[in-house]
């Protein structure tokens, strides 16, 4: 399983570039599933269907399936949050994982940085980012791509195989 991340401060762009990514590498025929971090609370179920009320009763994981798609809910009840490898372990086979956001993990990373950004970029610190993506020409000392290229920035990703 291959694995890209795209890391960047918040508005920078990230979804943007993580789904233009997905739709391209399964434009060429390439499986893809993909990692999603969030800083806040996430709940993808609702107070008051029966899914979310077998939570609330205590269930550790609840599958929630329909005939387009199905959902596991996990609570950690307490647990750490799971790693960026085990949350890896648990898909299922794929060609390609595009993770967005686990900036402090180290897997190869393209950061999403925009000329207006405030924030100092990432890849200051970080020998895990392979690539910048951006709106224009960073200082980074390996590639920078221009964010609005999504073949040229899929290219580079497959080409680093």
Same mark, same amino acid.
């Given at each position: ?10 508005? /920078?762009?990230?979804? !943007? *570039?993580?789904?233009? +990514?997905? $739709? ?7 499986? #893809? ?45 307490? /647990?750490?949050?799971? !790693? *960026?490898?085990?949350? +890896?372990? $648990? ?7 595009? #993770? ?62």
């Amino acid at each position: 399983m291959n694995v890209i991340g795209i890391v960047g401060w918040k508005n /920078s762009g990230k979804t !943007t *570039l993580a789904s233009a +990514l997905i $739709r391209e590498l399964t434009s060429r025929g390439l499986t #893809v599933n993909s990692v999603k971090h969030a800083h806040h609370m996430v709940d993808v179920d609702q107070p008051g269907t029966d899914s979310y009320k077998h939570r609330d009763a205590g269930a550790q994981e609840v599958i929630l399936a329909g005939g387009q798609r199905f959902a596991i809910m996990h609570e950690l009840r307490g /647990s750490k949050e799971p !790693t *960026l490898d085990a949350l +890896l372990e $648990r898909l299922g086979p794929c060609d390609w994982v595009v #993770v967005e956001g686990f900036k402090t993990n180290a897997h190869p990373k393209i950061e999403v940085h925009r000329r207006g950004s405030t924030g100092t970029p990432l890849y200051k610190d970080d020998p895990n980012i392979v690539a910048v993506a951006a709106d224009y020409a960073a200082d980074f000392q390996g590639p920078v791509l221009d964010l609005n290229d999504v073949p040229a920035i899929t290219d580079f990703i497959l080409n680093r195989e």
